[in-house]
């Protein structure tokens, strides 16, 4: 992750020990007695991760509880994000004076099932993944982009966004995509200068697909 986001922000990606760290009471409140091992250890690993990439800017290390419908509260000052999937964690965070937003995700490289990928992704991208070169399973980044972009936009316009209100273009060779929001969605919102292009960057290996986005401040 760190290759796809600006020196500005900061990445801590999970080692083996972090799946089992310390959480601060008031996380340990947000993820309940009663959440599976598997959900104690992504959830412990990201807040274990946020705390680094706290540390890694210079500033004190403390709790990122979560919200009612599961968006981390970073503390004051600071734009944050996380994600996990399997054996996989990492969070990023930097200052709100320098970066508007941040967004990261991590998904298993792997074809999606014909139904998911309808859920996914447009008619347009449906065709751009037939030009795009052969080797990659393109919708699985796409997927991956898209969740990055909700990551990025839900924290600035707080509102909800659905798989087709992003069109997500990739330039395979610059590792880099662009998702622009549907003018609908953006018109609907309530804040000062809401994104309308979300652009980030893209890598993919055998295993995982990385993406990550930052908004600029203006
Ligand atoms: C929220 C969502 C994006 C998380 O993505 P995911 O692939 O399921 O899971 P990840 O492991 O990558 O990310 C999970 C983390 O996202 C973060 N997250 C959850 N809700 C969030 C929100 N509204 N805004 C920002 N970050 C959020 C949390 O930190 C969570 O980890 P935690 O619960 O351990 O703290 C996804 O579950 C979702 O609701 N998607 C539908 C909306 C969407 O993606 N629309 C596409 C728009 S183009």
Known sequence: MRDLLPPAVAVAVAGPDDWSGQLHAAEAACLGERAVDSRRRDFTAGRVCARRAMVALGLRPVAVPAAADRAPVWPAGLVGTITHTRGYCAAAVARADEIRAVGMDAEQHRELNPG????????????????????????????????????????????????????VHLDPDAGAFTAQISPARVADTRVVDPPTVISGH?????????????LTLR
Request: with cysteine; aromatic share 10%; proline share 8%.
């Open 116 to 167: 998911v990928r309808r859920l996914i992704c447009l008619p347009e991208e449906d065709e751009q993944v037939q030009r795009l070169p052969p080797g990659i399973h393109w919708p699985a980044v796409i997927f991956s982009a898209k969740e990055t972009v909700y990551k990025v936009w839900h924290p600035v316009v707080g509102s909800w966004l659905d798989f087709h209100d992003a069109l």
């Open 202 to 214: 893209f890598a993919v290996d055998a295993n995982l697909v990385r993406t990550a986005a930052t």
